[in-house]
């Protein structure tokens, strides 16, 4: 069996959620691997992420490099492929940093390369068999990938459960000088960080959040109503962000607003799970949509298959007949 | 500048929902609406716009058979100078590194300084960009969301990265972008548009004018294949309201009010 890595992300010293879960993906790959976290940076910060994964990881290969202070994905795959043995299987997280590394490792490596795996069904021959989803998580598929040149295999955040034990006897390998000097065609600059919108969604109890089924930017309106009338705010996911029609402050997702409201009625949002990455805390979640197949159903607690633009309004109106007859 | 955008024709799911053909192992393919990948669209109104401040030209280039002209025709009307279908038996099956390997041959036949792609495809996963860019040693980044051009055969652009923030770089041309939606706002094209391309012609490229080793692409090359589409059974699922509009109107301000969301 090929050995196994795990590419490890992590900031300021803490290591991503994903690093645990990428420990689990490789049991399903292999029950018997013990899988290698590789960590690349440089100073104190790699030295307390290398820490932070010692409850999922026996051993850790760390590449200290002061280019690497910043992950650089074009700098980290030149330190990768110096070091990752030929036929490995390395595990990255299917993030923004995962999606800028990996398919170009996968070249550099000359293996396989799956991404965005959601579910691991083992070997079988040269196969490694996993399950991605399509069209936006309406379906999914069985996927096999000949890993007998190896393969680099991108995992979704959240898909599997962390693996963590209480920390082992842990052998940490550093593979510092077998990278030498790294140069990149592509700079760091800066990160910019997102401006705070007119409305701070993450502060909201209710949340009438709307997606494509809104159609245009009109249409926004009838959101903005019953919001006004249940006393909540206006969200959104990413294709309302894209047409311009909301503010990128108020789209939820994560490449948005992570937020914890009580209540979180999804309007013609279909539940891709970037979106539903920025809902955290448990809401009571209500789903309107008109396709009865759209996989916000499969996470909501309450759903209703109907036209948003016809619904919204009968609910608006409903809202107003309450606080007259309270007002009363 | 001279432009290579990559694109792809896709079923489109904003028209469509997805679902099972009655064999259970494909999507129901009749009927289907397809239109150009979303992200590619945005990457392809990005490459009209560059050009239309500093000059050039933009080529749109896709893999697939004749119904993807459909898409090339649908992005010359937008502005694009060329559609260039890549077409061949040879190709077919191809796994995303054989797309990638069939696309490395086609640049190599150009001179292109950028070459774009959508972020990741409806039924892809965000892999031919990268893939192309180590290929050609080309520098990459991912999930761009705007673009300048510098000095000096550079650019800076902007990458989406988490919670809204926005990572700036700077990347040597010439180099691979893979574009995120939401970068610019994707002109309007008209039936009249298109009737104004329709008899422009497509070059199409296979094989032997690409110079492909047949053995390195198709599906005998593919490591990656695709079994079957399923559907997952459900965990719990929403208990689904089957009420008139107004009965559900009634039950759902009920349950907003019961889990303290009214103010």
Known sequence: MARIFAYIVHKAGVADDSAAQLAAAAKKIDPAASPTALLTGWGADLAAACDAVRASYAEIWTISNEALAYPNAELIRKALVKVVPPGSIVLVAHEHFGIDLAPGLSIKLNSAFVSDVLDIGGVEGSDLKVVRQEFGGQVSAHVRCDISSG??????????????????????????????????????????????????????????????????????????????????A??????????????????????????????????????????????????????????????????????????????????????????????? | MEILVCARRVPDTSENEIELNSAGNDIERDELVYSINEPDNYAVEEALQMVARIGGNV???????????????????????????????????????????????????????????????????????????????????????S???????????????????????????????????????????????????ASVPIP?????????????????????KRVDYFVPALGKGAEMLKGSREENADKVLELVAAKGGLK
């Not at chain 1, 760091?188 to 409305?199: K, N, Q, S």
């Not at chain 1, 970037?274 to 008109?290: D, R, T, V, Y």
């Not at chain 2, 988490?162 to 995120?180: F, H, R």
């Not at chain 2, 490229?205 to 490591?223: H, I, R, W």
Request: hydrophobic content about 45%.
């Open chain 2, 59 to 145: 080529t749109v280039v896709t893999v697939g058979g004749e119904d993807d002209e459909e898409i090339l025709r649908r992005e010359m009307a937008m502005g694009a100078n060329q559609g260039v279908l890549i077409s061949d038996e040879a190709f077919s099956g191809s796994d995303a590194r054989g797309i990638a390997t069939i696309l490395k041959a086609f640049v190599r036949k150009g001179n292109y300084d950028l070459i774009l792609t959508g972020v990741q495809a409806e039924d892809g996963g965000a892999q031919v960009g990268g893939m192309l860019a180590a290929m050609l040693d080309y520098p990459f980044a991912s999930l761009v969301n």
């Open chain 2, 204 to 224: 199409t490229f296979g094989v032997s004018e690409l110079g492909v080793d047949p053995g390195a692409v198709g599906e005998a090359a593919a490591k990656v």
């Open chain 1, 151 to 232: 393969a680099v295999v991108t995992v979704r955040p959240g898909a599997f459960k962390s693996l963590e034990s209480a920390p082992v006897a842990v052998t940490v390998v550093d593979k510092s000088s077998e990278v030498g000097a790294l140069t990149a065609g592509r700079r760091y600059l800066e990160t910019i960080v997102a401006e705070a919108g007119d409305v701070d969604i993450t502060k909201h109890n209710v949340l009438v959040s709307i997606g494509r089924g809104i159609q245009k930017q009109e249409n926004v309106a009838i959101a903005q109503e019953l919001a006004e009338a249940l006393g909540a």
């Open chain 1, 234 to 328: 206006v969200s959104c996911s990413r294709p309302v962000v894209d047409a311009k029609w909301l503010g990128k402050s108020r789209q939820v997702g994560s490449s948005g607003k992570t937020v914890k409201p009580k209540v979180y009625l999804a309007c013609g949002i279909s539940g891709s799970f970037q979106h539903l990455a920025g809902l955290k805390g448990s809401p009571f979640l209500i789903a309107i949509n008109k396709n009865p197949r759209a996989p916000i159903f499969q996470v909501a607690d309450v759903g209703i298959v109907d036209d948003i633009l016809e619904f919204l309004p009968e609910l608006t109106n409903k809202v107003r007949e309450m606080r007259s007859v309270a007002a009363k």
């Open chain 2, 147 to 197: 673009i300048e051009v510098l000095e000096g055969r550079k650019l800076k652009v902007s990458r989406e990265i988490e919670g809204g923030n926005k990572e700036m770089n700077e990347i040597d041309l010439p180099c691979v972008l893979s574009i995120q939606t939401g970068i610019n706002e994707p002109r309007y094209v008209g039936m009249r548009g298109i009737r104004a391309v």
